[in-house]
């Protein structure tokens, strides 16, 4: 299956260890990654706060190139991308005065959006689709003796919940037990990771990440696993200043895509591990 | 005096209702009567504010006599109304009340459209077509059938007991027919009922144990209703009866093969308790349970799943000889001539709201589990301990489990304000406990319930307004350690709280069983959106359905306490009671003939009838209808090949010329 595949600007940048991860990761589970001709800025953050109609034309215009390049789905890895992706496809479902400005912009540069492409995030294609039975299948190292803290973040499943639970997402939770890692039970999983807190008021954005590591630690957990570049972010890039401002709380924090690798046996490198700013340990050490 | 008018000129007299404004706020019924009035064989044509008045009524009896009219067409609201007042009201003039059809500009009209002038022109249109077809139509006889003076009653919770008993101490026959292996229903599980507080046990084995030996009720237990067929008056009902593997008339309730049975402790989960005890293979639900007979759990017995036991029981048991591990299941045939369903409710699954942590964290609990706690019959003798022997000092209540949340049931259950309140109450008095109540609104309203409410105030529950967020074991803040966590914003005080307590309670809402709907198709019911069993009409018909002689009760009509679960039983018991002592009732004309000298014996009707109305003459070669089973559904005229088959108010002459009317619109 081909899907196209839509980066974002975080998987060109800071989170490009999920791109280094999950192209590799999906070519093996038989799914190739076409990505989007001329892609643009996905419409997420500043623009969705400031003008959302804005934001859905930015967006749309990705949609309307995804159509054009005729692959039945669209892969967008970053939780914010897919959020705004999918919101823009319920709003022009949904309010035609916002379809008629989208239609407008994108007839100017002789595009046009029907509506019919779906947008997915790749744990939904991997767990959903592939199939764990699959996915078990293609490990060779499982990752025996990781205890791995699940966390998914909030726009995988806020406001949408289209392939798991809103409350209680368990997609991962599963799919790192058929990697063969042990998962730990993780409450926080969908809490605020600071989100883009951490750039404008660092003091209640820090504290989101440093009550989420604490309590991977507290829990016992090698490494904490996400699906969403900024989260990663996060988590990983602040530790100097959380251990200056309360107590250290160093764990990694990987993309799952990242583990998905290393039991298929790829190397660390490959998938971009070396990126991180907290290490983490080859598997079978970490337990030690 | 009845005119048979069938030869006679055709003189319609038409009427358009006001209804009010509900049919004149959205059709113009002055005109319609006016255009009707032009219409071929129409003497008189009227519009009136109420034709269902004694006025209206009058109105038409007297119409008839001055204008000699023979057909009478009303058009009003829906036939389920006032098709019966109308039929009368035309008798009363002297004509066969067949004479008369309805035309409905109510519910099909005037309450769903929005343009007035479309409204007024599809009322016409209807108006044309019944005024084509009444001129067809024929002089008809009300066939009686006679009831049956027995009742099956199904679910033997509190509203089937009272039922039963309301209705056998009038001296009819009760069959009273239970899934579980005890009746009693979730009111025995319950300690005390609000607001009095009262003991559930002692209010409600009393009437167990008179269900149990009364002489008019026969008590199926462990049984369920497999097949219902017939019509109002003569149900043929097939009940199920599940193997117990105990021979019930032969068991004397001695319980000494529970004593000597293999397992020497009780080993497996019971249910009674809702799994927080312990039984054995061979057990009785609960001491007081009706009928006193013990039962074998073919899932855990060793002699069932195995062949191989020692079968102590049996020995115990002795020449009482009420042990057989060869029973099968087993059909009854009964004719009842009423029914009373009364099925009751199941909880909301507290899992399906994964941020509540039932089934996670083991301290959280569901209300109905707490209900066993604090029942001195329960598993822990009445002691409020947690799973792990301790007693909390905290207790979280939360009120709208699965209630008033558009993602599970968007319905209030009615009894968990009153039922938090109470096992507040309960467990203060057992454990001294620090109890806080999270709720979205408080909802007393029943006599005395207000003034518990105020009674829980004064005695230091802590009652919090909000949705609970979540219950989490992330301790963040000092003394959550070890504690489970409830979120919420407390919408009183402005802010999110986080609230450590030892124990939660889920106060889970009521919703219909998961086989509610076979049920409704067993009985040929309705159902409301949610999938409660719908009543005829929401007031003036409460325990009625749409099906002829079927009533219902209690919880499977939807949520409500016990004392207006008794009520509406009660009258369930009285409407069936009307019934039988009334000793026949009417069926509709409207039953299908067979036209004997065209049919051709070809009996590709007999199959497809789906009352079994239609039997084959060998002596003659002919199909023959029953006319008391037919139910007038038409399957068999419209599969007649040489259309030998007729329906009495839909012959083909009848619906062509409605059809005619519809199309002649202009």
Not at chain 1, 134 to 140: D, L
Not at chain 1, 214 to 241: M, S, W
Not at chain 2, 149 to 169: F, R, Y
Not at chain 2, 400 to 407: A, M, N, Q, T
Request: proline share 5%; net charge neutral.
């Amino acid at each position: 299956m081909k899907y196209s595949y839509f980066p974002g600007c975080s998987l060109k940048g800071t989170g490009r260890a999920y791109e280094e991860s999950i192209i590799p990761v999906m070519k093996a589970l038989g799914a190739e990654l076409e990505e989007l001709d001329d892609w643009n800025c996905c419409g997420a953050t500043a623009y969705m706060a400031v003008d959302e109609v804005k934001a859905c034309v930015m967006a749309s215009r990705n949609l309307a190139i995804a159509e054009k390049a005729g692959n039945p789905e669209v892969l967008a890895p970053c939780s914010a991308c897919y959020l705004v992706l999918n919101k823009t496809k319920h709003y022009l479902h949904d309010s035609p005065p916002v379809a008629h400005v989208v239609n407008q912009a994108l007839k100017t540069a002789n595009l046009t959006y029907s509506g019919n492409t779906p947008v997915r995030h790749p744990l939904d294609i991997i767990v959903n689709d592939i199939g764990l039975e699959a996915i078990k299948k293609k490990v060779k190292t499982p990752l025996k003796g990781l205890k791995v803290a699940p966390y998914y973040g909030c726009q995988m499943v806020r406001p949408y919940a289209t392939f798991d639970d809103q409350y209680n997402p368990t997609s991962m939770d599963r799919l790192f037990q058929a990697l063969g890692a042990e998962v730990v039970r993780f409450p926080l999983k969908t809490r605020c990771c600071g989100g883009s807190l951490t750039g404008t008021l660092p003091e209640p954005g820090l504290l989101c990440t440093y009550i989420i590591l604490k309590e991977a630690l507290k829990r016992g957990a090698d490494v904490v696993a996400t699906v969403c570049p900024l989260c990663q972010f996060n988590l990983d890039a602040y530790h100097d200043q959380i251990a200056a401002k309360w107590e250290p709380a160093r764990i990694p924090t990987v993309y799952f895509t990242q583990l998905m690798g290393l039991a298929f046996g790829m190397d660390p490198v490959q998938l971009g591990l070396q990126r991180g700013f907290v290490a983490m340990k080859p598997v079978g050490q970490a337990a030690a | 005096m009845q005119m048979d008018n069938q030869k006679a000129e055709v003189r319609i007299g038409f009427y358009a209702c006001h209804c009010g404004s509900n049919i004149a706020g959205m059709v113009d019924v002055v005109e319609v009567a006016k255009k009707a009035g032009k219409l071929p064989h129409v003497v008189l044509s009227r519009d009136y504010k109420y034709m269902c008045s004694d006025p209206g009524q009058e109105l038409i009896a007297q119409d008839i006599k001055e204008h000699k009219l023979n057909r009478i067409v009303v058009a009003s609201c829906s036939p389920l109304l006032h098709e019966h007042t109308f039929r009368t009201a035309t008798e009363k003039g002297g004509l066969n009340p067949f004479y008369f059809h309805m035309v409905n500009i109510r519910e099909h009209n005037s309450w769903v459209h929005t343009d007035r002038q479309e409204a007024t022109e599809k009322a016409y249109a209807l108006t044309q077509a019944a005024i084509r077809r009444v001129a067809h139509h024929k002089a008809l006889e009300v066939k009686k059938v006679k009831i049956e003076p027995s009742v099956l009653i199904v679910g033997g919770g509190i509203a089937g007991i009272h039922a039963a008993l309301t209705m056998a101490e009038a001296g009819k026959k009760v069959y009273l027919v239970e899934r579980e292996p005890t009746i009693g229903g979730h009111m025995a599980k319950f300690d005390k009922t609000f607001p009095t507080l009262d003991c559930a046990a002692c209010i409600l084995t009393p009437k167990m144990s008179t269900v149990g030996s009364h002489p008019n009720i026969t008590l199926w237990t462990y049984s369920e209703v497999a097949k219902v067929e017939g019509f109002v008056g003569n149900y043929k009902v097939t009940v199920k009866r599940k193997p117990r593997y105990i021979i019930e008339d032969a068991c004397v309730g001695c319980m000494e093969c529970i004593k000597s049975c293999v397992y020497k402790e009780p080993k497996f989960a019971d249910e009674f308790n809702e799994g927080l005890g312990k039984r054995k293979p061979v057990y009785i639900p609960f001491p007081q349970a009706t009928p006193q007979v013990v039962l074998i759990d073919p899932e855990t017995c060793l002699q069932l799943k195995t062949g191989k036991c020692k079968k102590t029981c049996v020995e115990a048991c002795a020449d009482r000889h009420a042990i057989d591990f060869n029973q099968k299941e087993e059909f009854i045939d009964i004719q009842v001539g009423t029914v009373i369903v009364a099925t009751g409710f199941k909880t909301f699954d507290a899992e399906r709201l994964p941020q509540y942590g039932y089934g996670v964290h083991k301290n959280v609990y569901t209300a109905l589990e707490v209900e066993r706690l604090v029942n001195a019959s329960g598993p822990t003798g009445g002691h409020v301990v947690m799973r792990d022997g301790q007693e909390p000092k905290s207790v979280g209540i939360i009120h709208c489990v699965g209630s008033r949340d558009k993602k599970t049931n968007r319905w209030c259950s009615r009894v968990c304000c009153m039922y938090s309140m109470k096992l507040a109450h309960l467990i203060k008095e057992h454990t001294g406990a620090e109890v806080y109540s999270f709720y979205i609104d408080m909802r007393t309203p029943g006599k005395g319930y207000e003034e518990f409410y105020d009674k829980l105030l004064e005695e230091g529950v802590q009652f919090i307004r909000g949705r609970v967020g979540e219950v989490t074991d992330w301790a963040y803040a000092p003394g959550e350690d070890g504690k489970l966590v409830i979120r919420v914003e407390d919408t009183l005080a402005g802010y999110v709280r986080r609230i450590p307590v030892d124990m939660v309670v889920l106060a889970s809402g009521l919703e219909p069983h998961k086989d509610s709907q076979d049920v409704r198709r067993l009985f040929n019911m309705s159902c409301s959106t949610e999938g409660f069993f719908l009543e005829r009409h929401p007031k003036l018909a409460p325990v009625s359905t749409f099906t002829e002689g079927v009533f219902i009760a209690g919880c499977c009509q939807g949520p409500r306490d016990i004392p207006d679960t008794v009520a509406q039983a009660g009258a369930a018991a009285a409407e069936a009671l009307v019934l039988i002592d009334k000793g026949s009732v009417e069926l509709e004309p409207n039953t299908a003939y067979i036209l004997e000298q065209e049919c051709s014996g070809c009996k590709s009707c007999i199959p497809l009838c789906p009352y079994t109305a239609i039997a084959f003459a060998e002596d003659r070669n002919k199909a023959v209808i029953n006319e008391a089973l037919c139910k007038g559904c038409g399957t068999c005229v419209a599969s007649c090949p040489s259309g030998s088959i007729v329906q009495n108010l839909f012959e083909d002459e009848e619906i062509f010329k409605e059809i005619e009317g519809v199309l002649a619109y202009e």
